[in-house]
């Protein structure tokens, strides 16, 4: 650093003295620039003020005419409109005040619009002058926006009159495009700030206020300044307002232009200024470079020390760092098989172990074993001795979640001990662990925290088991009850119902096999439910062929316990059709269709048993089981319900069940 120094002392002078007459240079060029723009200004004024001459010149000529001067005014007229026949003008004759007396634009004997009377500034222009030159206006009728030169004309009796020739503000732009420099954007305003022509976005802007913050700056004859236009980039501005028209004109080209020669003068600085540093740097580095050399490769010696890397020995002609890196490959070689020795344990322990240094308990050193329930790789007693973050975990403890500052390794260093407590972790593959944790603080010799302990049982295993016994227990005890209630409904039932001991013995039997057949069914699918062709089947060829059967529907799924009172309904139906219906004799037969209807929370079940071919049936006088158990069968929901209707045709069974979303 003294070697760049001393260098330095003798480039800086040198140094800052180019720098000034550079930073010169491109001021120079930045006076140039302003110049160039009052010219530019000044060059478009004069060719646009040149076709208002013109324009005035061809007023002045048609002032004289003599049908003018007799008051013909529909003869001038003609002679007006075949001056500005196939062009852009109009040719407007009028007075002081509103009043129209002839115009180009609308046919000779029309109905002329009133217009705006003379501004002051215009009258007292023509009074001194005898002519003046509009501010941009809008064209009647129109959109598009047009500016006017207007002359006195003596009036054949009376006060004079007003003659003018109004063009479009394109052709104003038209006019002054060949004399704007490539790179330049030029524009015209009107006494009162707007625009008359641009040489860019024309159409856009013609007519339309400039930025208060630019116009405000053109004051006086002709100038310079700096401003921003309408996209918001910095502009350098030169002006000439023209004493002809009283309009302004403005060159505008982009600052970072005209600061171009300041910034390749900065460049051309830092330039010089970055190779002399460069030079500075390779000279002391070639002078310091062995006592750098060895000092970094002393300190990336201590480095590995501290991150537990093989410490290499250190070859330099500095002796004394030779010493120390000797004491440190020693350091290392005690340090490595104290290390091994800690690490053989630990990882034949079945316990996941964490060490923590850091007060917040953020890095941590862990074994085998606990890498292996956190879900990290391991690479056995190679990675032990390494601090690592911690991963994201969620731990839950008595149903609460616990805040990282309140699990067993933070407390430790806090001083707390914690002892065989239960935390549940989610891991961040979702994997849930539930460990049984214990943590204890790690002491110096003078009694101060420097780092914590933690160790950690896996007892996953065992609460899931407690989990699924107990959840075994409490399905079994549902499942009984349920099963129960329902086997000592239809006993009580069919047996209040039978005429003898022998009938009622072997209705519950049919009765009892047809709930079990449902059970099968239900346990087959876990008890998720039930498909509804398959109900079907299950509870009618027990009793009778399929062929006399005809079974049709979309796919449609029951829940479970829908899926048992179905099939209970089944099993009445066919055992009725079988004694009384379609099924007693050898050509009935039931058709037994169903569709859902409705989507969502409204989605219900139609179905229809139909018999067929059987005995004319009618309702008996005295309500038995099977009839009671169809009416009542759904009963759990308001909205279902079983309508049976005794056609002579045969019975007709109708469901209407709500499915559940």
């Not at 070697?3 to 720098?19: E, K, N, Q």
């Not at 996209?231 to 171009?260: C, H, I, M």
């Not at 049982?457 to 129960?484: F, Y």
Request: glycine share 8%; net charge neutral; aromatic share 8%.
């Amino acid at each position: 650093m003294h070697l760049l120094g001393s260098i330095a002392a003798a480039i800086v002078p040198v140094w800052l003295f180019a720098a000034y007459l550079l930073v010169q240079y491109a001021l120079h060029e930045r006076y140039r620039f302003e110049q160039d723009a009052v010219q530019t200004a000044r060059q478009v004024s004069l060719v646009v003020e040149g076709e208002l001459v013109n324009l005035q010149t061809i007023l002045n000529g048609l002032s004289k005419s003599a049908a003018l001067a007799n008051g013909d005014l529909q003869t001038f007229h003609r002679e007006a409109l075949n001056l500005v026949r196939a062009t852009d003008r109009v040719v407007v004759l009028r007075d002081l005040g509103h009043t129209q007396l002839m115009n180009t634009g609308i046919g000779y004997g029309s109905n002329l619009p009133p217009v705006d009377p003379i501004a002051d500034h215009d009258r007292e222009r023509i009074r001194t002058s005898g002519f003046f030159v509009s501010d941009v206006f809008a064209a009647l009728g129109s959109s598009s926006y047009r500016v006017q030169i207007a002359i006195r004309v003596p009036a054949p009796k009376g006060e004079d009159l007003i003659l003018s020739i109004s063009v479009p503000t394109t052709r104003i732009r038209n006019v002054m495009m060949p004399a704007v420099p490539e790179g330049w954007t030029v524009g015209v305003g009107d006494r009162d700030g707007h625009f008359v022509a641009r040489s860019k976005l024309h159409e856009e802007m013609s007519g339309k206020p400039g930025l208060p913050e630019y116009v405000e700056k053109v004051v006086g004859r002709s100038g310079s300044f700096t401003s921003r236009n309408l996209e918001g980039t910095k502009l350098l501005a030169g002006f000439y307002r023209s004493s002809y028209s009283d309009w302004f004109y403005t060159a505008n080209l982009p600052l970072s232009v005209a600061q171009a020669p300041l910034w390749r003068s900065l460049a051309a600085i830092s330039g010089i200024g970055l190779l002399s540093l460069l030079v500075s740097i390779a000279l002391g580095y070639t002078v310091g470079r062995q006592f750098t050399g060895a000092t970094a490769d002393l300190a990336a010696r201590a480095e590995a020390l501290g991150q537990q890397r093989k410490v290499e020995p250190l070859y330099t002609s500095v002796k004394e760092f030779a010493a120390i890196a000797e004491a440190l490959v020693e350091a290392e070689r005690a340090i490595t098989e104290r290390r091994t020795e800690l690490e053989t344990v630990l990882d034949t322990v079945p316990a996941g172990v964490w060490f923590t240094y850091d007060p917040k308990a953020l890095q941590v050193i862990r074994n085998r074993f606990a890498a292996e329930l956190m879900g990290l790789p391991t690479d056995g007693a190679k990675s032990f001795g390494r601090p690592q973050h911690v991963i994201d975990t969620i731990a839950v403890k008595d149903g609460h979640i616990i805040s990282r500052e309140d699990r067993p390794l933070s407390r430790a260093m806090r001083g707390e001990l914690v002892d065989h407590e239960e935390f549940a972790y989610t891991l961040p593959s979702g994997v849930e662990r539930f460990l049984l944790s214990s943590a204890r603080p790690i002491r110096n010799p003078d009694g101060a925290i420097v780092g914590a302990v933690q160790i950690s049982l896996d007892i996953t295993d065992r609460k899931r088991g407690e989990e699924q016994r107990k959840l075994l227990a409490n399905e079994l005890n549902h499942r009984v009850k349920n099963t129960l209630a329902v086997v000592q409904s239809i006993a009580g039932q069919t047996i209040r119902n039978a005429t003898s001991l022998s009938e009622a013995g072997k209705m519950l039997s049919s009765r009892l096999v047809s709930l079990a057949k449902a059970h099968d069914l239900l346990t087959q699918r876990n008890w998720s439910g039930a498909d509804l062709n398959d109900l079907v089947l299950a509870s009618v060829t027990p009793h009778a062929p399929v062929e006399r059967f005809q079974i049709g529907g979309e796919t449609v799924w029951l829940p479970s316990n829908i899926a048992l009172s179905a099939a209970l309904a089944f099993h009445e139906l066919t055992t009725n059709a079988i004694k009384y219906g379609s099924l007693s004799n050898a050509t009935g037969s039931v058709s037994i269709h169903w569709k859902l209807v409705g989507k969502g929370q409204h989605r219900r079940l139609e179905l229809e048993w139909r018999e067929v071919g059987g005995p004319p049936v009618g309702p008996g006088g005295r309500k038995g089981f099977g009839t009671q158990l169809l009416e009542r069968v759904f009963d759990f929901n308001k909205s279902d319900r079983v309508v049976l209707n005794f056609e002579k045709s045969g019975l007709i069974c109708e469901f209407r069940l709500t499915l559940p979303h």
